[in-house]
């Protein structure tokens, strides 16, 4: 039997949720979290990629199925830009259900308690708390928190039910996990162009045992009426990559969006939104484990202060997340700008003359030396004012990357 007051209540247990929960029951808070599945780590709707900064965080190198030292870069036409080192560790490949479990069983060893099978119908922010009915296994219980933390995802229905926007960018994402596909040991492939990604990439990344994870992401209006699966299908069938893919075997496929873009309102009255339902997905890649695990760490501490002595209005709120929340959103406009200049705004000649200019080895170099899967603006500011070519970028970019 559950209590029916709690300090926090998080809604969402993945990695986000999972870390919040780890940070908040270690400090001494009591801490619900809800998960609307039978399990956690299922459905699986990612790439698995986590970051030697995030992996360190959490220490479950348990789940890696594959570390990961590079990426092949193809474009349009062809044209190779390898990025990365044979033996120097870039990011890793994990077994997200294993990592995800993971991640809640470190929430639940600090203090934090777990109900399955469990969803928000409906929520009241007062001055007293948030008076919350939750079903869990279809039936209707009753519960107060001082704070309730939205962790659910790019569908947040914490966000939906208390109007806090939407993310500004919503992207959407294919994959299939296969075997038959024969890469380069340790590096990950991504292929671009509009006929396979119109404004982003396909990528494969091998996830150990012989398998890989076939996926591509793009946004609705640069579909034009195409489904990713489509695309994807396009990317089997490409005249220049179809040998590539001839021998490999479907085992699993999934479909899911990508929220990228900081939601107007992050916090209001004893309500607060983190990862994925804040809409901080990276633009350039879709990773959110990285973001979501930032997001709360940068706030924890007047976090457990405001929670101790209950001053957890909006006003309240949005003192304690202001400033870290805007420099993250910040960045994640400045990465959307540069994706823009360099892929997505671009025509297929145009994206081949950027490619011909990536794959030189002094612009290699750069890449090699600057290039941070979590922190790609420093490298796109690099690319415009280091290498000639990329110079008038920065014209059409105007205010964007000098102000914002």
């Known amino acids: 039997m559950l209590e029916p007051s709690w300090d926090v209540i998080i809604v969402g247990a993945g990695p986000t949720g999972g870390r919040t929960a780890t940070h908040l029951a270690s400090l001494g808070h009591s801490v619900l979290m809800l998960e609307e599945h039978s399990e956690i780590g299922r459905p699986f709707q990612c790439a698995g990629l986590v970051t030697p900064k995030a992996m360190h965080e959490v ?11 590079g990426a092949r870069i193809h474009g349009p036409d062809g044209t190779l830009v390898p990025v990365g080192t ?64 939205g962790c659910d ?12 926007g939407r993310p500004n960018e919503m992207m959407i994402g294919f994959q299939t996990e296969v075997q038959g596909y024969e890469g380069k040991e340790r590096w990950l492939e991504m292929y671009s162009g509009s006929a396979i990604a119109p404004g982003f ?39 220049m990559w179809s040998e590539r893919f001839s021998k490999i075997t479907e085992t699993a496929r999934y479909c899911g969006p990508i929220p990228s873009g900081m939601v107007k309102k992050t916090v209001a009255n004893r309500v607060m939104l983190l990862g994925d339902a804040a809409g901080m997905a990276k633009p350039t890649t879709g990773g959110g484990i990285g973001p979501g695990f930032r997001q709360i ?79 790609p603006v420093p490298l796109g500011l690099a690319l415009i004012k280091k290498v000639p070519a990329f110079r008038r970028l920065a014209l059409r970019a105007g205010t964007k990357l000098m102000f914002r």
């Open 59 to 69: 220490s479950l190198y348990d789940s890696v199925l594959q570390e990961i030292d």
């Open 153 to 164: 995802g790019a569908h947040s229905w914490t966000r939906r039910h208390f109007k806090m």
């Open 201 to 239: 990439f396909a990528w494969v990344i091998p996830s150990g045992f012989g398998s890989h994870r076939i996926g591509v992401w793009s946004t609705p209006d640069r579909l034009g009426g195409k489904s990713v699966e489509q695309c994807y299908e396009d990317l089997l069938n490409h005249e």
């Open 86 to 149: 044979d033996g120097k560790l870039r990011t890793y490949v994990v077994c997200r259900k294993q990592f995800d479990q993971g991640v809640v069983q470190q929430a639940m060893q600090a203090g934090a308690t777990l109900s399955l099978q469990s969803t928000p119908v409906n929520a009241v922010a007062t001055d007293a708390g948030v008076d919350v009915e939750v079903s869990i296994g279809g039936e209707i219980v009753n519960m107060r928190t001082k704070l309730l933390i």
């Open 297 to 375: 760490k940068g706030i924890l501490k007047p976090l457990s202060e405001a929670i101790n002595s209950d001053q957890l209005n909006e006003k309240q709120l949005h003192k304690i997340t202001n400033k870290h929340f805007t420099a993250m959103k910040k960045d994640q406009d400045k990465a959307r700008t540069l994706r823009n200049l360099l892929v997505s705004d671009t025509t297929d000649k145009e994206l081949n003359k950027h490619f011909t200019n990536f794959a030189r080895e002094d612009v290699l170099d750069l890449i090699n030396e600057i290039g941070d899967i979590e922190k």
